[in-house]
Structure formats: C-alpha cells, structure tokens
C-alpha cells in the first residue's frame, strides 16, 4: 500500500495518538468480576510526596473507555417504577386474591351452583347464615352463583383479550410494516369502523347464534380494531430507525425484524392494552347479555347484572354483589394498566 | 457586506472588559439532577463573569453542562434539577434564590434565549407574525397597529423579506434556517439586555449557518446585546466569540479571549479538542484523537475530571481538583499543569499549526488515488440513477440522473446539504430504497431492481452501511452480541455457537472496544461506543464496501477523530472502499480521494479532494466552500460569504452537460457558464 | 380544496353503497318466510305467499335485486298539495328516499317516516347530552391540566377511573334510583306528559360517560402539548404560566379533540342502545336490535344504512374541520387511519 511511508510519521508524532487496537494484556477477560464504581489509582496515593505528586502518571487506556458506565436496565426500571405505585400493587393483590377466592369460595359454600330450584319457598331471601349472598330468583343459592358468575367472567374476559391482542398485534404489525398492505388493511379498518360493533353483534348473534362461543369468537372478530391501528401506528414510528434499516442491510429476514426488532418495542402497549381489554370485555358481556345477545346457561357476571337490575329495589343485594366484584375487577386493570404505561415511559424513568 | 461586523481587536476588547465590572457573575454555581434515585451533578461549582456587549462562547461536548449552566440564568431547569449551591448576581439580585414569579421580571425582559432546534420550536398552530408580536406586546408595551408596525421592522431586521406576507404564514412555511430567524427575532423583540444562545445553528446547514451567525453577529452590533453563545463547533466559536469558556464535566476548565484560547490554551482538554481538528489533520496520518469518554456524572470525581483520558496526566490530577491559574489578565485555566512545581512541557505541535497562516496544501503528486491506477478496478458504478418518492402531484424527485464511479480502494465522498438527495443515493446502493430508473453495478454486475438470491446475498455480504445516529441505529432491547453477529446468524456464517462469539469478540477488538462489552444492552454506552459498535456489526459481514451515511455528524468532536481514524485504519488494513456521505466538507477533506459536491439531487461537481478545494467551480461549491467554519478566528472573521442563488442558470435555451474540465473534474453546466469556469482557470 | 372535497364524496358515497350492497346481499340469505308478517305467515297459502314474493321482485337473483334496490333508491312522484301521490300532472313533484316498507315491527309503514320520528327522539337526548359532556368535560379536563398532580388532577382522575371502571348498567341504575327516589323524576321516558322532566335522567346518564371522556382527552391532549419545546420558547419569552396555558396550549389540545366533533354530532341520531332500553325510550338505540330479532329486513337495511352514511360524513366533516383548524394539514386524497 501507498500509505506505508506514512506510517512513519504516526509513529513520531508526540501529541496524544489514539491506539485503537487494545492491548492484549489491559483486557480483563473476566466480565463477571465485580468492578468498582468510583475509580481507583493504586499508583496514586494521597501520602506521596510532593515531587511525585507532579509527576506523570501511569496511562491506563482501559480506565479512559470504561468511564461512561451505568447501570441502567430499561425493565428494571419499569418494574422499579410500578412497584412505586401503590394503589396498583395493592389492588393486584386484592384482585389476585379474589380469583383464588373463587375457588375457595364455591369449595367453602354452602350450597353447589347445580342446586335445584325452589322458586316459590326460597325465592330472593335476604342473606343469611345459610345463604351468604342470599337467593336468586329460583330459590339458588347466590353465592355460589356470584363465585362462579366470578370465575367464568374473568377467563372469559382473559381469553377473549387474549385473542384481540393476539390478532391486533399480528394484524398491526403485517400492517405497519408491509407497504403495499397498508391501503388494504386501513380501508377494512375504516370498513369496519365506520358502524358501531354492536350492529355486527347483533347480526352475529341473530345470523349464527347467540352461543358462548360464537359470541366470544365475534367479540375478538371485532376486537382486535384499536390494538391493530395502535401497533401499526408505532410500527411506522419504528419501522425506518436506522436500526432496522441496518438489519435490512444485513439481509434479515422480516419475521425476524418484526419479532427482534420491533416486537420487544411494543410489549409495553400489549400489556397495556391487555389490561384495557379485561374490564372492557366484561362490560360489553354485560351489555350483550342485558340485551339479550348472549345465551349463557352458566352463570357470568353480566347475566347477574342484568337480571338483579329489575328486582333492583325489592333485593338490592342481587345486584349489590356482582356490582362491587365487577368494580373491583375494573379498578385493578385501569390502575395497573395505567401504572404500567407510566412505568413504561422512559421519561418517567427518574 | 458590512466589514464593520468583521473587524476584530481581541487586545483592545480585553482591555475594555478588565476596566468593567462585569454585568452578570455566577459564583461557585452546583447544579444537580435527581435521576432514578440518584444524585447527578451536573455543574460542579462552576463559576463564570460576563462583561457588557461582550459575546462569550461557551464550548463543550453534550453533558458537559454548558447548556445546563446558562439554563439557571433564565430560571428554566428541567423539573428533577436544582441550583444547590452558589449564586448568580445580576441587576443587584442573586437569580439563584429565585422563584416563579421573580423570573416574569427576568425572563424574555432581561435575559432571552435563542433554543436549538427551529423545527419544534415554534407554535405551529399560530402564524409567525402573531409569535413575534406576543414578544413585542409583553416587552415593549406597545399594542395593537403599532406592535404589528414593530413586528414588521424586527421580522425585516432579522432578514426576512416581505415581511407583510411573511407575518400572515405559519411555521411549516418556513424552512429551517428562516424559523431559527423567526426565533431570534422573538427574543430580540423582548429587547433583553443578554441573550443567550443555545446551539441555534447545530440543526442547520453550514452555508445557512454562515448566514444565521452574520446575523447575530449584526444585532448584537445594532442593539448593544451581550451575547452568550453555546455550542461544540470551533469553527462557529472562531466566528463569534470574543471569550472562550470551555466547559468539561461541569465546570469551565478554561477561558479566555478568543485568540488566547485557540493560539495558547493550557489546558490538556482544550488541547486535545483542538489537535482532533480534522482541518489540522494531515492526509493520511492518523487525528490525534481523546481516547474514551467523558465521565459520568454520576459518579463522584475526584481530581481533575479529565485525567483518566490524559496521556500526559500528572499523580496529583487523579488526587486533587487544580485550582485556577492565571495565564494573563484575561485568561485563566484550571489545570495542575501550569502550577509552578510541574514540569515544563509544550503546547502540542498541532495547535501551533492554527497560528500560523495556512498555505494551501495543493494537490500532492505523490498522492496515490486508486481512480488513477491503470491497474484500477470499478467497484461500484452508478448509472443514470433517478429517485423519486411520492407519486402524481406529491412526486418528488430526490435524486435525478446522477452517475459516478467507485474504484476499489478508494474514498468517495458525497457532500451536500441537508435534504439534497445524498443519504438517498447512498440507500440507494445498499438498496434499502429501490431506484425509479437507472442501474448499480457491483464489480459489473446489475444489483439494482430484481435480482438472484445467490446475487442477494453475495451483494449482502460484500456491501454494508453505516449509518447517522449512534443513538439510533442499535436496537435498545437487544444485546451488543446479538447486535454485532445478527449478519453471521442471518447467511449462518459459523461453525457453532463458541465459533461465533469468537468472531463478535475479534470485531469487538478491531474496533476498540473491550470484548466484555458483548453482554451489556447498547444504552450502556456512549455516542462513539456506540458507533463503534455499528461499525463491527458491518465490519463482521466481511464486507468490502462500505457506505458511510455522515458517521461522525452526530458524535462529539473529541469522539469524531476515533472513528475517522478507524475507518482509515480499516481501510488500511482490510483494504475497503467507501462512499463516506457527509455535509461537512473540513472533516471529508481530511478523509477522501475524490468529491462529488450534490445540490438538489443532481451533483454538480466532481474532483479529487485538493484540486476541487483549489479550483471550485461551480456557484454552489464556491458557496458551500466559503461557509465552512475555520478554527481561526483571524481567518473565520474575514473570510468572504458566498450565497449560491440557484436562480442564475439560465438553462432555458442552452441546456446543461456533466463535463470533464479538467482531467478527473467534473462539472455541470451549460457551454456559457463551462466558457466562464474554463476562463477562470485560464484555459 | 373543491377538488378534494369532490374525491373524498366519491369515496364516501362508494364506502356507504358496499356496506348497503354487503348488508342487502345479507338479508336475501335469510329464509323467504321474514318477508311475510307473521300473520300472513299463517294465512297466506303457498300460491299467495308465491304472488306477494314476485311483487315484491324476491324471487330474482340476489344481484338483479341489489340492482333493482338502488334504481328505485331515489322516489320521485307528483303529490297535490294535500300531499296524495296523483298522476294527472296538476301537482308538484316530490322526491323522496325509498327504503321500502316496514314488515313486522311497524307495519306497512315506509322504513324512512319510522327511522324520521325514531331519529328526532334521539337526537334530542343525544345534542343535549354531547352539550352538556363536552362544556364540562373540556372545562374539567383544562383543570386537571393546568394543575396537574393536584387536588383537582386526582379527583378528576378518580373520576374517569371510576366510570370506566363500574359497569354502566350498575351506574344507570343507581342514577335512576337516586333520580326517582330523591328529586321524584320519572323513571319511563314518555311521550307524553312531562316529556321534558322525562329526559332528565337520560340525558344525565348519558353526560356520565361521555363527560369522562372528554375530561381524558383533553387532559391528556393539554398535558401533551405542554411538553413540546414550543412551550419552552413561549416561556422564554417571558410569559407566565397560566398566559401560556390559554394563550398556546388550550387551542393546539383542541384540534385532535375538534376532528371528532362532527362525528359525535352525526352519530347522535343512533341513539344509545343501554339507555334507551333502560328508560324504555322509543328512540333509535333499540331500533336495530328490535329489527333484527323481528327480521324486519327492509328495517335493519334502512337503519344500517343511516348509521354507515353518518360514520362516514362524520369522519369526512371531521377532516375537513382539521385542516380548517391547523394550517399544516395539506388536503390530499388518501384516506388515513384516524
């Protein structure tokens, strides 16, 4: 090479050169010894005379990298910030013990949710030390009926999230990131948006059935709307960052961008959305079942409701019950969905 | 042009500020950030004295605290932050026991703030006249027709024309460089005793910037203003400064007149600053760079903070912090070095360069280009290339019949402004954008458009790209491992797992960083760790050319000179080509064989380095050429503006040719303007 | 701006026809007995029940009657001034929508005079409410902005939380409770007597939600705002604090609340379906549902219609109010995601 000579001159030059190829013996290879925060000078101490005080120093080329070193981690911090939040954590609590309590609850109780009915000696009987809750309508026994409606709603209210999630996300992220689908997907998204989902409910449920099943598939048929738009939207925030430009660059599959690139991006929104989805589905159960859209032969939250609503005034407790449940169950997602956010942001990451 | 604005007598300044009191005088001034629960501080007692009509310059790197620092003159700290020792007297008053409501007297009315970035700056929902006017109304207690009156006058003084039509428009109307003249228009509509000015031509291009510096150069002339200005560029402090502060982990190391700082500094940081200069740097040889980062402010400093990077550290630096020393009446340094019992040592030979009046380096003829090689070898050529975005009326062309040739082993850079088509062309190759019409050839072979899988990859592996922003082009959430060997794991590049860690360790090492670094996530390092980190992931693809998109743009400057001299000494070694995109024609001097100057998609020039930098001849590269900053303030002061007014080419009748002026000089231009450049060069 | 206005009608108008076109195909899937009322059902014989179906057209192909459906869309007819349908050209013309015949649930009546009256009840409960919502919302959403993290934050917050939180039916009920038993309001909307006193309550459960929502948004949109740098040069310049907020942030946090103005407006006419049922209003809420469990086809087409046509007006009035409102929108043709 023509440069050769030139070498030379790097060599005697006296002003600070770097030498960007690390000495082989300052390396510690060992990355698992602990370091010390502060730097220390073993060959400078404070007790040195004052001739050697104005001398040069040893050079350490390794302590000139290292300085800039924090020990941040992005979901440690998030954890860190959640954590902070008080109202969430408790109401977590509160919320994952009323789950395991449903459990126990039709265990402990007195009577099983298969009770016969006796609509005319035990219709609506005000709690009691034999039926905790009281009586339904048909002489059951309540509590077993609000412990099961409990359980039942909260899977179905997971499940149901659990797949509106799952289809917001795929679809949002083919969406964002593969132009060409993007006029597709935003006009069926308009499509589908420009009517009120309860006209498509309606359809179904009247068209194919008003079955648990159908429904519930039909609630993540149209559920997954507002996650798909709100993962494309950050797809496009994230899709031209140099950093997935650089993988393109190095010949990365798109699956592989989506999944390493961008997903890790996007769990805080998931999660987020996730815990919007929960109480979100338990009212609109609520809605179809006051409305006569879903037929549900078990007992769900939203058939107590709806059913305590017009004996309201004569039994307060039938809607009492399912009401606070329902609340609870609300407040916990809102919160720690919020808190999450919150934690998420790395603004808030003080 | 006005030559009154120009002139510069740094001795009759320096007497004239050793007879004042000074007008504004921070004391000892902490300032510290609650972050995560930790205690950050970032200004480290820090003391500074400002003198009526003045202009100081205070340069740092970021998170050296300079903006910080003047960010407690204005009362404006982020929420987490505050003044937690020392004071600020101005006007008789101590600013830092201020609360909210003492800073409605201050701020705007006394001391105003020009911010950085133009674009986000401005209410976009308001026009421009009506955010100019607000200013006038609170401050000059005028209202109504006479305050629009006054609108008028600032908008014309702060050279924007037509200012009628422009007061009805709204920001997005504005480019960039005529938003950052509405912004120093609304603090100069406050009429503030000082402004201060943080970075505002950092977002903007050099020729722009040129013009932006003239014009706070004239108002503050106009109005008697004392000006503090803020930025990382020397060149720009050249331009502007009477003072210099440099500023390094939160506190100011030294400062001085201009000319006593860039002609006799005395501290080893502002050396080294200085002697990173690609301006000073000789072809060839290596920058003599700053090792490492700035430290983190976290942590507590002992000593001086600079030590750990300072080859020519003493003992006492790493034990105790150097008190002030004086160097003249004006100029002062904190520096253990100058303390009596030191031992005498000499300003590096670098800094002497800058003194003295630089004689053009011409065009070596021992220079070896590889374009001149009979032996040479295209390695990637460009044909005819068209870039358009958009489609029917929103059609926009971005790049448009360019062509060029890339020899193997050499240094190809493209220089142009912001928005002209430069980062585009470079995509373009690498093909992340696909091209509307025209061909790329690899080593002669088509790559552009459809090609085979077994091309795909050999193209892949034999062409990388680095790119802008450190801070953005890693992913956050994934290891430096995963990272740097995402090309081995995509084409399977390794034998087993072992095999590849290996090869991430051995990339890890060419680029300067220690192989431990493979297990940390990206934030964990620096702007230039970072880069480095960009550079091995290109680096472990094996590849032979390289596209350069403005790597060091965003880094600091005493970070710029490692990377420059790793790609060279990559170059060296591995035998690369690169296509080095940037905008800054000082540091692509320093690093390439030949230039293609770009403007609006077209380029309009191209020659080797040193004969483009002898004989420029097209208007824009005579324009762009004029407006680089000179780290000299004697030189920067008096050099001559060009404006590059597009509207001169009169293509109508005679159209425009790419034509070889001279041998390897190409230029563009119809046969009457070609005429005119072969007469200046006496043809 | 003419030109865009023009293609984005075009659009608009060719949305509306594919939801109708997919809603009308729909329906002709359904048994051909939903055609009859349930009385013809019964009498009809199987020759008769044949007759009805070729007049009405039912027994052509799906397509040729989709094609039928939309020629005889637009009805234009001479009326005297009593308003009879005559033909002997002494009146003036009328044009008018023809959605054809209720079936079953309003009997013989033309779908577009039930969807006329069942609208207006609607839109009544529904302005007032949007009203009501969106003063207080916007106003209390501004509070909790400009003091953020105070008192006023919390409680507002808590707020929001708890509606969203409790089930509406569980919110309605107390409200109606609470309405009947303290200020004795009615608990049945009527028609009648007391209408106004009737839609007290409506209206109030209504507001609870919506207030809440806008009470979000807003806060949300101030507190966005107050982050952009733009607020840090406006301070620079000297402004205090609450100049700022009223002079810069209020008016930039309304134009993403404003594009969805026209939208909420339009679709009042759809009524509520919860609260309509729960106060037994005869308004559009319940219609669709009621329709479509009849199989009162004609009706559920009509209905679908109506509500498609305002989605999509709303959204387009939306657009345009945008780009009225903050210069740097640049009408062009595509349509977004909102």
Same mark, same amino acid.
């Given at each position: ?241 140099? !950093? ?20 890790? !991006? ?85 | ?59 740092? #790197? ?263 020393? #004086? ?53 990637? #050529? ?62 002669? #072979? ?238 | ?338």
């Amino acid at each position: 090479m023509p440069n050769n000579d030139r070498q030379k001159t790097v060599q005697e030059m006296e002003a600070p050169v770097v030498n960007l190829t690390v000495d082989e013996k300052s390396i510690d290879t060992n990355p698992k010894k602990e370091r010390p925060m502060g730097r220390e000078y073993p060959h400078a101490r404070r007790d040195m005379p004052e001739k050697q005080l104005f001398e040069f120093a040893e050079y350490h080329a390794q302590d000139a990298e290292r300085t800039g070193y924090s020990n941040y981690s992005y979901w440690k911090s998030v954890w860190a910030n959640f954590i902070k939040n008080k109202p969430a954590v408790i109401m977590t609590i509160v919320f994952l013990a009323l789950f395991i309590f449903t459990f126990v609850a039709s265990a402990i109780g007195k009577y099983d949710i298969n009770m016969k009915p006796d609509p005319i000696n035990r219709a609506y009987l005000p709690p009691s030390a034999e039926y905790w809750f009281g009586t339904d309508g048909i002489g059951r026994d309540y509590w077993a009926q609000v412990w099961y409606a409990t359980r039942a709603s909260i899977l179905l209210a997971v499940l149901v999230s659990l797949g509106q999630i799952a289809v917001g996300v795929v679809i949002g992220l083919i969406w964002g990131y593969v132009r060409k689908l993007d006029r597709f997907f935003t006009e069926l998204y308009n499509l589908i948006d420009n009517i009120p989902t309860i006209i498509y409910m309606t359809l179904i449920a009247l068209m194919i059935g008003k079955s648990l099943l159908t429904m519930g598939i039909a609630m993540i048929a149209f559920g997954w709307l507002a996650t798909a738009r709100n993962v494309r939207n950050l797809v496009f925030m994230y899709r031209d960052r140099e !950093y997935n430009l650089a993988s393109r660059c190095l010949g990365t599959k798109l699956s592989r961008i989506l999944f390493r690139n961008i997903f890790p !991006y996007l769990i805080s929104v998931i999660i987020l959305r996730m815990a919007l989805a929960i109480p979100g589905t338990i009212a609109y159960e609520t809605t179809l079942t006051y409305l006569g859209l879903m037929d549900i032969t078990k007992p769900s939250l939203g058939m107590l409701l709806s059913s305590a609503r017009a004996i309201f005034p004569r039994a307060s407790y039938t809607l009492l019950f399912p009401a606070i449940i329902v609340s609870i169950i609300t407040i916990t997602f809102y919160l720690v969905g919020n808190a999450f956010s919150d934690a998420c942001d790395p603004r808030n990451h003080v | 042009m006005n030559t009154d604005i120009h002139s510069v007598d740094f001795d009759a300044r320096a007497k004239q500020i050793l007879s004042q009191k000074p007008l504004l005088s921070a004391e000892e001034v902490e300032v510290t950030f609650m972050l995560r629960g930790k205690k950050l501080t970032a200004i480290r007692r820090a003391s500074l004295d400002l003198y009526e009509g003045e202009t100081l310059a205070i340069v740092g #790197e970021s998170g050296s605290g300079k903006s910080v620092f003047t960010k407690t003159f204005v009362g404006m700290l982020d929420k987490n932050g505050s003044i937690t020792h020392g004071s600020i007297h101005y006007n008789g008053e101590d600013l830092a026991k201020f609360q909210e409501k003492d800073w409605l007297r201050i701020r705007g009315k006394k001391i105003a703030m020009v911010t950085q970035d133009p674009m986000t700056s401005l209410n976009p929902l308001k026009t421009v006249g009506k955010q100019i006017q607000e200013s006038v109304e609170l401050h000059q207690g005028l209202k109504g027709s006479a305050a629009k009156e006054e609108t008028y006058r600032i908008l014309e003084s702060v050279g924007i024309h037509d200012p009628k039509r422009r007061y009805k428009q709204y920001p997005h109307e504005f480019s960039g460089g005529m938003r950052q003249r509405v912004v120093i228009a609304i603090a100069v509509a406050c009429n503030p005793q000082i402004l201060i000015c943080d970075e505002p031509t950092t977002a903007l291009d050099v020729t722009i910037q040129a013009q932006i510096l003239d014009l706070i150069r004239r108002l503050q002339k106009e109005r008697g203003m004392t000006i503090i200005y803020i930025t990382h560029d020397l060149g720009v402090v050249a331009n502007v400064a009477d003072r210099v502060a440099v500023m390094y982990a939160g506190q100011i190391i030294e400062i001085g007149m201009a000319n006593e700082v860039f002609f006799d500094p005395w501290h080893p940081y502002t050396w080294a600053l200085l002697s990173a200069l690609p301006q000073l740097g000789v072809k060839g040889e290596k920058l003599p760079a700053i090792d490492g980062t700035p430290p983190n402010l976290f942590n507590e400093i002992k000593g001086d903070a600079f030590a750990p990077r300072n080859r020519k550290a003493l003992n006492i630096d790493f034990l105790e912090e150097p008190p002030m020393y #004086e160097v003249t009446a004006t100029h002062m340094v904190k520096a253990w070095i100058r303390d009596p019992r030191a031992p005498k040592v000499e300003q590096p030979q670098a800094i002497r360069k800058l003194s003295e009046p630089k004689e053009e380096k011409g065009t070596d003829p021992n220079a070896y280009h590889p374009h001149k090689d009979p032996n040479r070898e295209a390695l990637v #050529e460009v044909r005819n290339m068209q870039v358009t975005f958009g489609s029917g009326r929103k059609k926009f062309v971005a790049v448009d019949d360019v062509n060029f040739t890339i020899y193997k082993g050499e240094t190809f850079s493209l220089v142009g402004e912001s928005g002209s088509g430069k980062t585009t062309i470079g995509r373009a190759i690498v093909r992340i954008n696909p091209i509307t019409s025209g061909e790329v050839l690899f080593r002669g #072979e088509r790559i552009s458009g459809k090609i085979s899988r077994e091309m795909d990859e050999k193209v892949i592996r034999s062409m990388q790209m680095i790119f802008q922003d450190p801070m953005a082009s890693l992913n956050e959430r994934a290891k430096v491992d995963y990272i740097v060997s995402e090309g081995l794991i995509n084409f399977h590049l390794y034998k087993d797992d072992h095999d590849r860690q290996d090869k991430v360790q051995k990339a890890l090492k060419e680029v300067g960083l220690l192989p431990e670094f493979s297990s940390r996530f990206p934030h964990e390092f620096s702007g230039g760790q970072r880069q480095r980190i960009g550079i091995a992931r290109s680096l472990i693809m094996q590849p032979e050319f390289i596209v350069a998109d403005e790597p060091i743009s965003a880094l600091d400057v005493s970070i710029r000179a490692q990377v420059l001299n790793l790609l060279n000494e990559l170059k060296r070694n591995r035998g690369l080509t690169y296509l080095f995109i940037a905008h800054d024609l000082s540091v692509v001097r320093f690093i390439s064989d030949r230039i293609a100057v770009i403007h609006k998609g077209r380029i309009v020039e191209l020659a080797e380095t040193e004969e483009l930098f002898l004989h420029p001849m097209h208007p824009y590269t005579k324009a762009l050429l004029s407006a680089v900053p000179n780290p000299n303030p004697y030189i920067e002061r008096t050099k001559e503006l060009l404006v590059y007014d597009p509207s001169i080419h009169d293509y109508s009748v005679d159209g425009p040719k790419w034509v070889e002026i001279l041998p390897d000089h190409f230029v563009y231009g119809n046969e009457r303007e070609l005429d005119g450049y072969r007469k200046e060069l006496n043809l | 701006m003419v030109k865009y206005i023009l293609k984005r009608t075009g659009q608009s108008i060719l949305t509306i026809l594919l939801v109708v076109s997919i809603v009308f195909l729909l329906m002709r899937l359904m048994p051909s007995d939903y055609f009859f009322t349930e009385d013809e059902l019964i009498k009809f014989t199987e020759e008769q029940k044949e007759d009805k179906l070729r007049r009405l057209g039912l027994l052509d192909p799906p397509l040729v009657q989709l094609g039928n459906f939309y020629m005889n869309l637009i009805k234009v007819e001479q009326v005297n001034d009593a308003g009879k349908v005559v033909t002997d050209g002494t009146g003036h013309l009328r044009v008018s929508l023809n959605l054809g015949e209720s079936m079953r649930l309003e009997k013989g009546q033309p779908v577009t005079k039930v969807i006329a009256q069942k609208m207006g009840i609607s839109m009544n409960i529904g302005l007032i409410s949007l009203a009501i919502s969106l003063v207080l919302g916007v106003v209390l959403g501004v509070l909790q902005a400009n003091f953020k993290d105070g008192l006023i934050d919390q409680i507002g917050t808590a707020y929001t939380v708890i509606v969203n939180a409790v089930p509406h039916l569980v919110i309605y009920t107390v409200i109606m409770i609470a309405g009947a038993s303290w200020f004795k309001l009615p608990m049945r909307y009527s028609g009648r007597m007391n209408t106004e006193l009737s839609m007290v309550l409506p209206i109030i459960c209504l507001s609870v939600g919506s207030t809440a929502g806008y009470m979000l948004w807003t806060r949300r949109y101030m507190v966005d705002e107050l982050n952009k740098d733009y607020i840090r040069l406006a301070k620079l310049k000297g402004l205090s604090n609450t100049q700022v907020m009223f002079r810069h942030v209020l008016r930039n946090a309304f134009v993403p609340l404003a594009q969805y103005l026209p939208y909420s407006i339009l679709l009042t006419v759809g009524g509520s379906l919860l609260v309509e049922t729960f106060f037994s209003v005869p308004g559009m809420g319940p219609e669709l549902t009621k329709a479509i469990s009849r199989y009162d086809l004609n009706l559920v087409q009509g209905i679908v219609l109506l509500y498609a046509t305002m989605g999509i007006i709303g959204v387009f009035l939306g657009d345009i109010l945008m780009t009225l409102i903050d210069p740097r929108i640049k009408l062009t043709g595509k349509g977004d995601v909102r």
